[in-house]
């Protein structure tokens, strides 16, 4: 096979998932910003990453937009995959953290990022849930952590949305979010009790599960900037004991070999991590600056494992290529 048909077969088979990448750096971008903001540091790194972060979402968003031109009935089976699905609105999710990232040094980028991921994220939405309503194929044993993507999506658009004004919108967005991240959480809980555990190359995304209450706590602070109420303390309390959980289970992830699937460590540990800096902010104790510090330190080790796994990977042939 020559250079040039390896090249358009790897096209064809560039996975969605790949979006999940532009998540994981966005948050710890947003993760660096908070914590140079409230130790009064130099923003000369998180620029750094702010436009490594916006390169990778524009070169992403080239190359699948180049697929669905060239290949719109691998796009389209991607879009009928009983798994891979959820992840289509990890595009419109990249879109509201790079608004979030601006929100620091240029609003009116902000505004215009937000004003297009948002709609998007919310037609994603109607997409997916009615896909699972009149659904045909889906399984108990399909459902996954991923299952959260279009969810997380809704609770992020307050933390944009509230600072720019936009409160009403952000209220909208954030009941849809919190409310279906229950009904979901009740989902995959049973298929965790009572059904066969989640396959080892999916593993990594049990830690999605991270996301909503972290996020949740994020998006309640930002409209409720005064102060931290009953609902904060559930929603923080809840995502740290969800890490906990997780962390404790440590001894299976490291035996899973490297995948894609694990940039899904990264957007969850980067929301738990700016989580816990608002909470060392807002309450001053000492013991959320320690956690928020290992969790930031976590964080930067995972991010620079995973950018050197993925480009061997990529300099191998390795991904994109068929399932």
């Known amino acids: 096979m020559s250079e040039s048909s390896t090249a358009h077969s790897r096209l064809a088979h560039m996975p969605i998932s790949m979006f999940g990448m532009v998540m994981g750096m966005a948050g710890f971008t947003i993760a660096m910003q908070k914590g140079e903001q409230l130790l009064q540091w130099s923003h000369a790194t998180s620029t750094i990453f702010t436009y490594f972060t916006y390169g990778l979402f524009g070169i992403l968003a080239l190359a699948y937009l180049a697929k669905l031109v060239k290949y719109p009935g691998e796009v389209r089976a991607e879009f009928n995959h009983v798994v891979r699905l959820s992840f289509f609105p990890a595009i419109s999710i990249s879109l509201i953290l790079l608004s979030i990232i601006a929100l620091s040094f240029n609003k009116t980028l902000a505004l215009w990022l937000w004003s297009i991921g948002t709609p998007v994220q919310l037609l994603f939405t109607l997409i997916i849930l009615s896909n699972w309503i009149h659904h045909?194929?889906?399984?108990?044993?399909?459902?996954?952590?991923?299952?959260?993507?279009?969810?997380?999506?809704?609770?992020?658009?307050?933390?944009?949305?509230?600072?720019?004004?936009?409160?009403?919108?952000?209220?909208?967005?954030?009941?849809?979010?919190?409310?279906?991240?229950?009904?979901?959480?009740?989902?995959?809980?049973?298929?965790?009790?009572?059904?066969?555990?989640?396959?080892?190359?999916?593993?990594?995304?049990?830690?999605?599960?991270?996301?909503?209450?972290?996020?949740?706590?994020?998006?309640?602070?930002?409209?409720?900037?005064?102060?931290?109420?009953?609902?904060?303390?559930?929603l923080y309390n809840f995502a740290l004991f969800i890490t906990l959980l997780l962390f404790f289970q440590a001894k299976r992830f490291v035996t899973i070999p490297f995948g894609l699937p694990f940039w899904a460590y990264t957007f969850p540990i980067a929301a738990m991590t700016i989580a816990t800096l608002i909470m060392h902010h807002i309450t001053g104790f000492v013991f959320y600056a320690y956690l928020g510090g290992f969790l930031f330190g976590f964080l930067a080790l995972l991010i620079a494992y995973l950018l050197v796994k993925t480009a061997r990977a990529m300099w191998a042939g390795e991904i994109c290529v068929p399932e």
Do not use: C
């Open 136 to 234: 045909e194929k889906f399984q108990i044993h399909h459902s996954n952590p991923a299952w959260f993507i279009p969810i997380v999506g809704n609770i992020l658009v307050p933390i944009t949305g509230a600072a720019l004004g936009y409160i009403q919108i952000s209220w909208f967005f954030f009941s849809i979010g919190v409310i279906f991240w229950i009904v979901l959480l009740t989902v995959l809980m049973n298929r965790y009790f009572f059904h066969a555990p989640t396959p080892s190359k999916l593993m990594p995304t049990l830690f999605i599960m991270i996301a909503p209450p972290a996020v949740g706590f994020i998006s309640w602070h930002a409209l409720h900037p005064s102060g931290l109420d009953d609902m904060g303390h559930i």
